[in-house]
């Protein structure tokens, strides 16, 4: 998609990218609304090349931790700043999880458990209606949805407001809603 006059965006393809680009933009951010889900893990040894399967029976990856993006910077935010997580928890003890997940990680609110809201996914870019929990809405809804919850935030005080989508079919909608509110 272009690029729409008047809207930054930061292009991430690890989650190490991640941390750093949110660590970033949060420091003049009053409030952080983190619905991205990086991966928990990375590899330990990354392959400079591709890793070819000619001449093996298997492959034996080592992984190792990612940083917590979003606990980390609810550790290192300054007074003032808040931090909303969500917590993906669903069947008995999701509720307990997410209440759990709030505490350990100091947040100041989390939506548990998350529903997937968004313009309807595709299954060529990761998503499609297929999926077990997905709430396809459609771009004006989701464009209003948003620009509610930023009015929300605006009136109780939040002045910069850091939204992260890890969605590529909400993009548009989501540029659209930040530009209406400069």
């Not at 003890?93 to 759990?100: A, C, H, I, N, S």
């Amino acid at each position: 998609l272009p690029r729409p006059a008047g809207v930054r965006t930061i292009d991430v393809g690890t989650s190490a990218e991640l941390e750093a680009v949110v660590r970033s933009e949060f420091a003049g951010a009053d409030v952080l609304a983190m619905s991205a889900a990086p991966a928990d893990f990375r590899p330990a040894e990354p392959a400079a090349d591709k890793i070819s399967k000619a001449g093996r029976d298997g492959l034996v990856v080592e992984l190792e931790p990612t940083t917590d993006i979003l606990a980390a910077v609810a550790a290192d935010r300054r007074p003032g700043q808040t931090v909303v997580g969500f917590a993906a928890e669903h069947g008995a003890g999701g509720v307990e999880r997410g209440r759990e997940k709030l505490l350990r990680k100091r947040l100041d609110a989390v939506v548990a458990p998350a529903l997937t809201y968004g313009y309807k996914s595709q299954p060529r870019t990761g998503g499609g209606n297929h999926f077990c929990g997905t709430t396809s809405l459609d771009g004006g809804t989701l464009t209003a949805t948003v620009r509610d919850l930023v009015r929300e935030l605006a009136r109780h005080g939040a002045r910069r407001i850091a939204v992260i989508d890890g969605h590529y079919e909400n993009q548009m909608f989501l540029k659209l809603t930040g530009r209406e509110r400069r």
